[in-house]
Nanobody, 122 residues
């Protein structure tokens, strides 16, 4: 039974910070490609940050320098630290997992959490 559960969302003023958590069970995140996605109403889900078992992280330009993805092997938990939030960051945020295919290569994201809502006001 693989399960991903996000938490840490909520409402915050522009310029504020939030840290999202994704607790994984039945799956070792250290052996997986892990990612954070977000979805605005009426828009497609977009990948905003990922971390890889072979090392390295990636970020989409809109969050680069403001968001940081990390993971804790002991807690089997993925994190997304979000700083300098603005109203454009308002979205449903999801964590996801994919199997490592080869060094530098991941399968498509397969396991998904239920999401946590982030709302940033002006």
């Amino acid at each position: 039974q693989v399960q991903l559960v996000e938490s840490g969302g909520g409402s915050v003023q522009a310029g504020g910070s939030l840290r999202l958590s994704c607790a994984a069970s039945g799956y070792s995140i250290m052996n997986a490609c892990m990612g954070w996605f977000r979805q605005h109403p009426g828009k497609e889900r977009e990948e905003i940050a990922s971390i890889y078992p072979f090392g390295g992280t990636t970020y989409t330009d809109s969050v680069k320098g403001r968001f940081t993805i990390s993971q804790d092997s002991a807690k089997n938990t993925l994190y997304l630290q979000m700083n300098s939030l603005n109203p454009e960051d308002t979205a449903m945020y999801y964590c996801a997992a994919a199997s490592r295919r080869d060094v530098g290569v991941c399968y498509d994201f397969y396991y998904w959490g239920q999401g946590t809502q982030v709302t940033v006001s002006s």
